[in-house]
């Protein structure tokens, strides 16, 4: 079977033995980036290798481009390799529970044009509720091979955000928090505020109680109040530096509505001119 944006711990227990599956730990936390390696390495589903946000899922030495730049398509493409991943195999990434770092993986992948690529629904979390078996050991480096360039059109730059903004073409939705969005506490990034015209849609709204995604009808009719009569191809999202914008592309492709794209830089890009306008509030 083939999993294109979630699946549930329940099939994932019933598809390790798949030679053509592939899990990824992608477990994080931004105020200590060593965490979700650690808790790793205390346990993890069987199998699965460790991606790195800052190390594998982002290349910090590209300044100016946000608090997590993309890597460039190879040195994505070498981590693929390295966890056994070729375009045939199916990938499951999962995180702590929310699945924001996991959708990283899965729209980088996506980017590659991989479409058997899902985020594990509830994440470590639901796995272990589940009654997962866990494991400590590393799986050997893999001998994979992957060679694809990431869709440029998929990627939505600045200059694209400003020349939107001038026109008032198309939708933002920015999947920060709503006190950040507001400006009224900004602890991460060097300003607080959003870009004029954005309109909140915090990434938990997309769960429920349980940590899960809401069903895709419900989260259809939460983002067609949102987007009205914008076509869903016509939306951006964004978030701090682009992870948690994901997790909105994510949850909009499992209700069906299919083609939004993402401001890699985002938030964190955009104010790293000072000149780039800013709002606060609602």
Same mark, same amino acid.
């Given at each position: 079977?083939?999993?294109?944006?979630?699946?549930?711990?329940?099939?994932?227990?019933?598809?390790?033995?798949?030679?053509?599956?592939?899990?990824?730990?992608?477990?994080?936390?931004?105020?200590?980036?060593?965490?979700?390696?650690?808790?790793?390495?205390?346990?993890?589903?069987?199998?699965?290798?460790?991606?790195?946000?800052?190390?594998?899922?982002?290349?910090?030495?590209?300044?100016?481009?946000?608090?997590?730049?993309?890597?460039?398509?190879?040195?994505?493409?070498?981590?693929?390799?390295?966890?056994?991943?070729?375009?045939?195999?199916?990938?499951?990434?999962?995180?702590?529970?929310?699945?924001?770092?996991?959708?990283?993986?899965?729209?980088?992948?996506?980017?590659?044009?991989?479409? !058997?690529?899902? @985020?594990?629904?509830?994440?470590? %979390? /639901?796995?272990? $509720?589940? +009654?997962?078996? #866990?494991?400590?050991?590393?799986?050997?480096?893999?001998?994979?091979?992957?060679?694809?360039?990431?869709?440029? !059109?998929?990627? @939505?730059?600045?200059?694209?955000? %400003? /020349?939107?903004? $001038?026109? +008032?073409?198309? #939708?933002?939705?920015?999947?920060?928090?709503?006190?950040?969005?507001?400006?009224?506490?900004?602890?991460?990034?060097?300003?607080?505020?959003?870009?004029?015209?954005?309109?909140?849609?915090?990434?938990?709204?997309?769960?429920?109680?349980?940590?899960?995604?809401?069903?895709?009808?419900?989260?259809?009719?939460?983002?067609?109040?949102?987007?009205?009569?914008?076509?869903?191809?016509?939306?951006?999202?964004?978030?701090?530096?682009?992870?948690?914008?994901?997790?909105?592309?994510?949850?909009?492709?499992?209700?069906?509505?299919?083609?939004?794209?993402?401001?890699?830089?985002?938030?964190?890009?955009?104010?790293?001119?000072?000149?780039?306008?800013?709002?606060?509030?609602?």
């Amino acid at each position: 079977m083939t999993w294109q944006t979630l699946i549930d711990a329940t099939a994932l227990r019933n598809q390790l033995a798949d030679p053509l599956l592939v899990v990824v730990d992608c477990r994080f936390e931004l105020s200590d980036p060593g965490s979700g390696e650690r808790a790793y390495l205390a346990g993890h589903v069987p199998g699965a290798h460790y991606a790195h946000l800052d190390r594998d899922l982002s290349d910090l030495s590209r300044v100016g481009r946000g608090r997590h730049p993309l890597p460039d398509s190879d040195a994505f493409c070498a981590c693929l390799q390295r966890w056994g991943i070729t375009p045939a195999h199916q990938v499951v990434a999962y995180d702590a529970d929310s699945g924001m770092f996991a959708a990283r993986l899965w729209w980088m992948l996506r980017l590659l044009g991989h479409r !058997r690529i899902a @985020v594990l629904d509830g994440g470590f %979390a /639901a796995w272990q $509720a589940q +009654g997962g078996e #866990l494991e400590r050991t590393v799986p050997r480096a893999g001998k994979g091979q992957y060679k694809a360039r990431f869709d440029s !059109r998929s990627i @939505v730059t600045t200059a694209v955000i %400003a /020349a939107r903004m $001038a026109n +008032g073409n198309g #939708l933002l939705l920015d999947a920060r928090a709503a006190a950040r969005f507001r400006g009224d506490v900004e602890p991460l990034d060097a300003r607080a505020g959003h870009i004029p015209g954005a309109i909140n849609r915090p990434f938990a709204d997309n769960l429920g109680a349980d940590g899960c995604f809401l069903p895709a009808p419900t989260l259809a009719s939460q983002f067609h109040a949102l987007i009205n009569t914008c076509p869903a191809q016509e939306v951006v999202h964004m978030c701090g530096s682009g992870v948690t914008a994901c997790h909105n592309l994510l949850a909009m492709e499992h209700a069906g509505l299919t083609g939004s794209r993402i401001y890699a830089g985002s938030w964190s890009e955009w104010i790293s001119v000072p000149s780039r306008p800013v709002a606060v509030g609602e």
